[in-house]
């Protein structure tokens, strides 16, 4: 080689190593710590930087320390999560482009009920359900959670539960039986429960209707909680998440009115007491309506809280007091030739005009979140809760003959009912090598008592079902009975239960996730009848008589074991295992005794997926669901099966644009009874109440009008396949299509919207009940308004 031509390489390689260190120290970085409210350096917070089409994450040191390098310069959005403490975020951290920025961020403690808001373009896989309770984000928890929030409730005109829910894939309005008064709901086929800030509502057999008071987001686990939740429910969880004190003053109110004699109000106020770190919030709602087929309801409620912040500690008390008041229709419309009848209008009523669903219910609940040192936080958790439950409905039965409805009865029920329920949580954040634990601990003890007060009457025919009447016009002249063919009876029903539980997130690396988890439980329940029902008897023919106390001890273990791995930004594949118990805890299912609990196992697999900054949005799984001694109603009956339900389902966001976005779920499944004692021609049938298939779509288009000012088009349809009503599969509701479209404005500071919920007036049913299906609404028109100022929703 020349000299010459070596002088020139070596030339050319000086200059390209000088480019790259000159570009390099042209570079950005930012930097900085993370502290807990006092100060102290959190150790393993989860760090996430989201700006210029990428995400970068890393998890802070042993001092706190965290570290972002070779960005360009620009605007970025800084998002920190501890377990046990608040969400950070900042979408105005701006780098310039040859400079280090240091930003400390100093983060506050959290209940384990304290919302979370997610706006903007933070990524929706970054939300932290508190029902995962490890402060874990949505793309690290390897089973399917959705988070339905408020906005998106709101826009869909939402008032209800039942009506929010739509929104996340498998889940169905109805169950085995559905009287009208109360919330029931399914997931992939099996009944699942509501929880109120992670703390149960009971069983659904007679729940209660649920508003959108107060509610942020509604949290949604598929399949059971197991160690979690302890007596696990069989389809999922649904957990309302309510708002929490801000010190920031704010307030506001809303007010609706639509069809059937709808008049709805809520109004709130949250602020700052003047002392220091004691807040208060105050959620208020008065709502009456005739409603649809004349089944009048009403609700009010009222929820303070108050909120007190320390330099170590959150406490929470939340007061929740409702007055609930609803029309039972279990008959719905007749089944003529194995469907409900079509030659009588919607408005044809084959139930008892009298008859009530009405409840009264007092609820205290109370958290404490205390940071013990840097790597324990506390949670200390209580409620109890009080209902005085009446009821006076129709039996779920009867038999047509020629044009007759014979064997027609009604019921009349007085439940009163205590629930007590405390948990001890403590989180550990740890190293063991290489590998990040957050460990969640805890026990739980709870009690639970239920007075069953009730006896059944027999009622006249209805002569001809093809122009009804209803002869009975009062109760004075009905005898209600207490014997073997009026399933009455009066029973002090108690249950205690105590449990030790353990769940442990594990980051193996920045990409491979583990989740374990194991609970042992200690479960007595006791059956205490208070009067002689003639022909009550066991499985076994033993009667039931006073005073003898009819008891049973379980010691269940339910487990649960799951992966994540991140195989790209925005990737995670996950497999879960899962296997949960449920105690029969429900004075429906007591006419034979204390019940054994029902038990069961799933499989899941599936991915979720964030792409292009969020425009698209995805969770698919599969699932493989297997329980045990299920209970159902069939026409007041009950009875226990076996049940199995596999198949798949996938939700999906998306922003097609700035101002267009679309929101779609679908589930498809096939479900069959593996075994049914009590009828085994019903082995191999699907079973009563579970469809094939669910779809449902909403979408919106945002109009700007110049300033803040906006109009929101939105609209959507729901889809459900046929459903049948008994264990044999003769009698069915039919599939069914409903659209609902709805204009959302905001203009000179006031928010407003106008909806018409099932635009092409479709008849469908609901609910496949043993005698008829429960009717769906006719079409339907809301309006309404609403104002805030200051802090709050």
């Known amino acids: 080689m020349s000299s010459h031509r070596f002088k020139s390489n070596l030339f050319a390689c000086i200059v390209v190593i000088l480019s790259t260190l000159a570009a390099a120290a042209q570079s950005a970085s930012l930097h900085g710590t993370v502290l807990d409210p006092v100060g102290a350096s959190i150790h393993g917070a989860h760090v996430s930087l989201t700006g210029h089409g990428s995400r970068q994450t890393t998890t802070t040191d042993v001092t706190g320390a965290y570290g972002f390098t070779a960005l360009q310069g620009g605007s970025y959005t800084l998002t920190v999560e501890a377990a046990g403490f608040g969400r950070y975020e900042n979408s105005s951290i701006h780098v310039a482009a040859d400079k280090s920025l240091d930003w400390r961020v100093q983060l506050g403690l959290e209940s384990a009920s304290q919302s979370i808001t997610v706006q903007g373009d933070v990524e929706a896989l970054e939300q932290v359900p508190t029902l995962g309770k490890t402060g874990t984000i949505l793309q690290d928890i390897p089973q399917s959670v959705s988070v339905i929030g408020h906005g998106l409730s709101e826009q869909q005109g939402d008032l209800v539960l039942q009506d929010t829910v739509r929104n996340a894939s498998g889940v169905i309005q109805g169950g085995t039986d559905g009287f009208g008064f109360a919330d029931r709901f399914q997931i992939r086929g099996l009944e699942a429960r509501i929880f109120n800030d992670g703390f149960s509502d009971g069983d659904e057999r007679n729940g209660i209707p649920h508003s959108l008071n107060g509610v942020e987001r509604v949290e949604i686990l598929e399949g059971p909680g197991s160690s979690l939740f302890g007596s696990g429910p069989p389809g999922g969880t649904i957990n309302l998440v309510h708002y929490t004190p801000s010190p920031k003053f704010g307030t506001g109110a809303q007010f609706q009115a639509g069809s ?192 069953a007060n009730r006896a059944t009457a027999d009622l006249p025919n209805i002569v001809n079902i093809f122009a009804p009447v209803i002869p009975e016009t009062s109760r004075n002249s009905l005898t209600f009975l207490r014997d073997a063919t009026h399933s009455g009876f009066l029973d002090h029903l108690n249950a205690t239960y105590e449990g030790l539980y353990a769940t442990d997130q594990l980051d193996l690396t920045s990409r491979w996730k583990l989740r374990i988890g194991g609970r042992q439980d200690w479960w007595q329940t006791a059956l205490s009848p208070q009067v002689n029902v003639a022909g009550r008897s066991l499985g076994n023919g033993q009667l039931i008589e006073p005073p003898n106390t009819y008891t049973r001890n379980d010691t269940p273990f339910s487990w649960n074991v799951g992966t994540v791995y991140r195989i790209l930004p925005g990737v995670s594949p996950f497999f879960g295992v899962a296997h949960s118990n449920l105690v029969n805890f429900n004075s429906e299912a007591t006419q034979n005794g204390v019940e054994a609990p029902e038990n069961g196992t799933q499989y899941e697999a599936g991915v979720k997926v964030a792409a292009l900054n969020d425009r698209i949005l995805v969770t698919a799984a599969a699932f493989h669901v297997m329980r045990n001694n299920v209970f159902s109603l069939v026409s007041d009956i009950p009875v226990f099966n076996d049940q199995l339900t596999q198949g798949g389902e996938g939700n999906v966001e998306l922003a097609l644009s700035h101002h267009w976005k679309l929101n779609a779920n679908a589930t498809g499944m096939h479900a069959s009874l593996t075994d049914n004692p009590s009828n085994p021609a019903a082995t191999g049938r699907r079973p009563q109440g579970v469809p094939d298939r669910i779809v449902n779509l909403w979408t919106s288009y945002e109009l700007p009008l110049g300033g803040q000012d906006t109009i929101t088009l939105a609209g959507g349809f729901t889809n459900r396949s046929s459903m049948f009503a008994d264990l044999l599969n003769t009698n069915s509701i039919p599939s069914y299509t409903t659209a609902d479209v709805v204009a959302n404005f905001h203009v000179h500071g006031w928010t407003g919207a106008f909806g018409v919920r099932n635009l092409t007036d479709t008849r469908y049913f609901t609910a496949a009940n043993g005698a008829g299906g429960f009717v769906g609404e006719s079409r339907s028109y809301f309006g309404k308004v609403q104002f805030r100022f200051g802090a709050g929703r």
């Open 260 to 451: 059937f004699g709808l008049f709805s109000g809520t109004a709130y106020l949250t602020g700052g007491t003047g002392l220091q770190g004691l807040d208060y919030r105050i959620d208020g709602m008065a709502e009456h309506q005739d409603g649809f087929r004349s089944l009048a309801a009403a609700d009010y409620e009222l929820r303070p809280v108050l909120g007190l912040t320390s330099s170590h500690n959150v406490l929470l008390l939340a007061f929740d007091g409702r007055d609930l008041q609803a029309t039972p229709d279990p008959a719905g419309l007749l089944y003529v030739n194995h469907t409900p009848i079509t030659t009588v209008g919607r408005d044809a009523k084959y139930s008892t005009p009298f008859s009530f669903g009405d409840q009264t219910i007092g609820r205290f609940t109370g958290s404490d979140v205390w940071q013990a040192a840097p790597f324990v936080t506390v949670n200390n958790r209580l409620s109890y809760m009080y209902r005085n439950l009446a009821i006076l409905r129709n039996g779920d039965g009867g038999t047509i003959v020629g044009t007759a409805l014979t064997g027609r009865q009604l019921r009349t029920q007085h439940d009163t009912l205590n629930d007590f329920d405390y948990e001890a949580e403590p989180v550990f954040s740890f190293h063991i090598g290489s590998v990040h634990n957050t460990l969640l601990t805890g026990f739980e003890a709870q009690h639970q008592s239920v007075v």
